[in-house]
C-alpha cells in the first residue's frame, strides 16, 4: 500500500468532494483531507490517498487532473483490515445491515451501515438517533 | 462594534493574507479567520473583522470586492481592551520594545514585540527564542 | 436574524450531514460546524445555524431531536445579502448557469454553479478545472 | 449571559487547560476553544466563556491574569438549556447514572455519566464503549 | 520505531482522551489526534500512536476495543530524541523540576514541569504565568 | 527526500513564521503545519519539514535551535515533481508570470504567480481576484 500526499493552497474548496468521489471510483482504499498551515500562513488542505501501488499511476493522474497541485509525496504504508462481516437486525422500521469487525476471531466493532438508517430515519420521520440506537440495541439483544 | 463574518468555501487560500492587509490598512481592529464545515462538508473558512460601527461600510465593500462572498452577518460585540504602555529594555543585541497591559492600575501583561525579537536574531544568527526569553528575563530584572 | 449554536462532544460525526440536511429543509439560512476543543481537551463540533427568528422553534426541535446537546446559545445577527442575477453561459459542453452578486449596483461576484459544472465533468470525462475555467472566461467576454 | 472571547496568538498551548480548570471553578457555564487563524498567518487560538453578566468581572480578572490577551470581546447571547434530570441505570459492574433532557416535556437526550463509565471500565478491565453501550442498552429496556 | 493510524469517522470524541490514556499507560511513546475530512465531508479523527515495533501487537489490541475502527496503517518511523537531564530551580514557592534537552552535548531546550508549575499556581493562588516565567528567570540567572 | 516532524505543545505560536522561514533559507524543499491535539487535551501544531537527506543535520539543528521539541521523528518520502515552465502573459496592468505544470508532456496546471498579482492589485487600487482572474483568461486565449 502507498499513502500518497498533495498539499494545495491555491484550491477553490469546491472542489473537494469531487477529487474524493474521482479517486474512490478509480479504486482508492481510502481517501481524506488534512486542515494545514502552508507558507506565509496560508490555510491549505493536504490531500491524502491509501492505494495500492498498481493503482498510484491512476491516481496520479487523477490528482494532477483534477487539483492544482504541482507536486506529490509517496509514503510506504502497511494495512492491517479486521475480517468482516454482514449481517441483518430486526427493527420496527424493518430490517438493517450491521458491519461485523472481528480481530483474532473475536468480535470487536459492530457498526449499523449509516446509508440505511438515515433511509429509514427520513422514510419514518423519526430522528436518526433513535434508529442507529434501536440497531445497536437489537444486535445486542439478539447475540 | 461590530463583529462581521462571511463563510467562503469557494475562494482561493492563497488569497487570505491579502484580504487580511486591506481590511487593516482600512482601519479594522482585528481580523481572524476560523475553518469551518460547510454544505455538502466542504472545507471553508469564515473571515471575521472587528471594527468601529462607522468603518463598516469600507469594511463591507472590501470583503466584497476582494472574495467570493454573496453575503454577510453583522453581530454587536463590545470591547475592553487594557491600558497600554510601551517601554525599552536593553539585551546584548540592543534595546528591545515590550508592550505592557494594564488592568484596573496593575501590570498584567507584558509582551516583547515579536518583530524586533525577529530583527535582532537574524542580525544576529541567534536563535529567536533566546532573545525573546532574555528580553522578559531583563524587564523583569529591572522592576 | 438568530444565530443558534450547540456545542457538541459526545455525537457521532456521521450525522453531521443529516442534521445539516434537515435544518436546511426546513428552512435554515445557512448551516456550518467550527471544530473545537472543549472541557478536558476534548475534540468537539460547534453547529452554528442562521435563521429567521419566527423559523426558530422549529430549528431548536431539530437539533434537540437529532443532536446530543442539553442546551443552545442564541445570538442576534443582522445580514446583508447581496442582489443576486442568474445567467447562462456557452460552453462546448452546453450551457452552464452562473450565480451573479451586485453590490451598490455594481457587480462583484460571479460563480458558476457548482452542480451544473460537475455534472458536465461527469458526463464529458474532462477535468472539473477545465469546466469551471471556461465557465468564467466565457462569461468574462460575453460581457 | 454573555458570551466573552479573547484571541491569543502568543501564549504556550501548555496553559489551555489551566485557564479552563480556574474559569469553570468561578462559575462559568461554558468554557471551550476555537482554532483560528491570526496576522501574519499566526495559528492562534480564541478562548470563549459563557458566563452569567454578574460573573463577568470576576471571569475578566482570569482571563488577564492567566492570559496573555490584551483585550476581550463580549457578545450577547441567549441560552436555552433543556430540563435536566439524573437516573441510575443497573449494568454488570454496577449502577450507572445517566443524563436525561427534556424539551416540552418529552424526553430528547440520555447520556451515560462519562466519569462513571470511565472508572467501571478501569476497575473491571473492560473495553469503555461495552460499557457505555450497556448503559444505553438497559436504560431503554427498563423503561 | 512505528507510526500506528487509524481513521474514526463514528466515534463519541468523548472517548478520545481514555483512549491516550490506555495506549500510553501499555507503553506508546506518543499518541495525538489529527482532526481530518472524510468520506461525505464528514468530519473525523486520525488517531496517531508512536511505539516501538515489539508493541504493536499491544497498541492494536487496545485501539480495536477502544475506537470504532475497521482498519489500520503503519508506517516506519525513525526518532531522535535529545539527551535529557532534569534540575531544580529554586522560586518563592519552592523548587520546581526544569527538563533540559542537549543536542550534541549542547543545552537546547529547558522546559518548566508543567504540572509542578500547575501545583504552585494553585496553592500559592498566583498566576501559572508568573510560576513559570519565574522558573525560567532562575534557572537562567544560575547557570 | 525525508519528512521530519516535530510535535509542539508549549511553542509561543507567533514562533511559527519565523521558524519556517529559517527552513527555507537552509533549503528545505516544503516546510507546513499540521494542528493536533495532544496529551492532556492539549492543542499542539505538528511541524512538518521535507528536505533531502543531506540536509537533514541542518533542518535538525535549526528546529532544535528555534521551537521548544525534545524529540523528532523521520519518515522516508518519495517525491514527484511536475516539469515546471515559466511563461508571461500580458494584462492591462502589465505582464505577469505564470507557472506552468507538465504530467507526461501534457499541460496539466497553470497557476499566475502570486506576488506579482499581488504587487499589481497593490499598484493600480484594482481587487486582486481581477487580476488573477485576467491572467488566466489571457493565458488561454493566447494558447
Known amino acids: 500500500m502507498v499513502l500518497l500526499q498533495a498539499n494545495l493552497d491555491d484550491m477553490n474548496p ?15 482504499n481510502d481517501v481524506y483531507w488534512i486542515p494545514i498551515i502552508m507558507k506565509r500562513g496560508r490555510p ?16 496520479e493522474a487523477i490528482v494532477f487532473a483534477e487539483t492544482t497541485t ?3 509525496r509517496y509514503l ?3 494495512v492491517h483490515r ?3 462481516q454482514f ?11 450491521v458491519k ?9 466493532q459492530m457498526a449499523p451501515e449509516f446509508k440505511e438508517c438515515e433511509a429509514a430515519a427520513k422514510r419514518h420521520g423519526v430522528p436518526l438517533k433513535r434508529v442507529y440506537e434501536q440497531v445497536r440495541r437489537n444486535y445486542a439483544e439478539d447475540k
Open 70 to 72: 504541482l507536486g506529490l
Open 100 to 108: 461485523l469487525g472481528f480481530h483474532n476471531g473475536e468480535l470487536v
Open 87 to 97: 449481517a441483518k437486525v430486526e427493527t420496527e422500521w424493518g430490517p438493517i445491515t
Open 14 to 28: 469546491e472542489f473537494s468532494s469531487y477529487v474524493m468521489d474521482r479517486l474512490f471510483e478509480a479504486g482508492a
Open 82 to 84: 479486521l475480517g468482516r
Open 44 to 59: 491549505g488542505m493536504m490531500l491524502n490517498v491509501l492505494a495500492a501501488a498498481d493503482k498510484l499511476e491512476r491516481m
Open 76 to 78: 510506504k504504508a502497511d
